[in-house]
């Protein structure tokens, strides 16, 4: 599906190409006279462009700004590209001036792309517009959005390639599009996951060649391994809301800890223990948020942490019932715990450093019983045993 170009080749010094103010990283720019949108909504853009950059690798450069407009609440958003006369692309982005309206993190996403695409190239007159599959440009813009969409967490493991072709529901059917939009964004946040899945959609985005006006744009990333990602994206789906939460390979006990100690130092809010945090006001909810967390950083921990993990979250959902000194004394034991498993990592990481280092091929011996197999009776049935006699005496025929 492609959204034709809206060509007419348009003057410099028209009133269309007047800038107004523009968002931090210059990404987007607020035309004068039509862009008469809330602070909220201003807020939103700039909030998406940030997330933006930081989801994809994608570097804001001096690229022709999206123009961004607004009309009342309600009102269908549109998107269109043009050639300035002499110039680069113009992209315009007409949008309702209500941030919450389920268009915006579409639309924005859409020109974000449309505008690391394009560059400072004009577009082929005629050419078409490549339309991204509606799973990534719903997807990114929900996860960039920063939107909570706790519905995702209930799903039950669905297959990959059904949801690539699911439809996409209607606006008037608020719930059923808050549920796709929510697997949409953590399936995308399971791509984006790493360096390499970053690299991979800036390259599946490509940039404009105008000797290939109409771009097709595939429905997949072609970098993406699509195992790979739907094991993240199940995992992914039983606890949504924290980029740490993201499941993907087992960690190193060093990185697994270093997470651990980040997720504990957030989960107490400032607080010195998890009993001010309990007695407080709203305790309970940033509890079982902090227990989630711990859920989910166990899904991808080295397994030398899954005791120290096991023992925080029992606590973590336990200490609303305890006393203070009871679980200021759990939390120190905590604390003897991961200093434990912080000496023995490094001991296990200088250990395989010298092996490497010294390309040490001398076994051991401690395996050495792995090895051998032990000698097995060999039995035999009542068959066996017939056979072994009449061998041993032998065949006397007849004459």
């Not at 959204?3 to 968002?23: C, D, E, K």
């Not at 930081?54 to 961004?68: A, E, K, N, R």
């Not at 990959?160 to 796709?180: G, M």
């Amino acid at each position: 599906m492609f959204l034709r170009l809206l060509l007419l080749p348009i003057l410099a010094g028209g009133t269309l190409f007047g800038f107004g103010s523009s968002s931090p990283q210059g990404a987007v720019t607020y035309l004068p006279t039509e862009f008469r949108g809330s602070t909220s909504l201003r807020r939103a853009v700039e909030e998406v462009e940030k997330s933006f950059f930081q989801s994809t690798g994608f570097i804001p450069g001096d690229t022709p700004p999206v123009q961004l407009s607004t009309r009342e609440k309600g009102s269908p958003a549109s998107l269109s590209v043009n050639a300035i006369e002499g110039g680069g692309p113009q992209i315009r982005l007409v949008l309702p001036k209500d941030p919450e309206d389920l268009q915006v993190p579409q639309f924005l996403t859409t020109a974000l792309l449309l505008r690391q695409y394009y560059g400072k190239i004009a577009p082929v007159p005629g050419s078409a517009v490549p339309q991204y599959p509606r799973w990534m440009t719903r997807g990114l813009g929900t996860l960039i959005l920063r939107r909570s969409l706790p519905e995702a967490a209930s799903l039950a493991n669905p297959e990959l390639e059904a949801f690539l072709t699911e439809r996409v529901p209607d606006q008037e059917n608020t719930a059923l599009l808050h549920r796709y939009d929510a697997m949409a964004s953590v399936l995308v946040r399971s791509g984006l996951s790493d360096d390499s899945g970053k690299k991979a959609f800036r390259d599946w985005i490509g940039s404009y060649d105008p000797s290939v006006p109409s771009h097709h744009q595939s429905a997949w990333v072609e970098g993406w391994d699509m195992r790979t990602i739907e094991r993240r994206w199940n995992l992914g789906l039983q606890a949504p809301g924290h980029n740490d939460q993201l499941p993907g390979m087992i960690q190193s006990a060093p990185s697994t800890l270093k997470a651990f100690h980040t997720i504990m130092e957030e989960g107490r809010f400032g607080k010195d223990s998890l009993a001010d945090v309990a007695r407080e006001k709203g305790g309970e909810y940033r509890l079982q948020m902090l227990t989630e967390r711990l859920t989910a950083l166990r899904l991808q921990a080295n397994p030398l942490t899954i005791p120290l993990l096991e023992h925080s979250m029992k606590l973590v959902s336990t200490a609303k019932r305890m006393s203070p000194k009871k679980v200021r004394q759990e939390e120190e034991r905590l604390r003897q715990e991961c200093l434990v498993l912080e000496k023995q990592s490094r001991g296990i990481e200088d250990y395989l450093n010298w092996c490497e280092a010294t390309k040490v091929m001398t076994r051991s011996g401690l395996f050495d019983s792995y090895l051998s197999a032990p000698a097995s009776p060999k039995a035999k049935g009542p068959v066996g045993r017939q056979l072994d006699a009449v061998e041993a005496r032998g065949w006397q025929g007849k004459e």
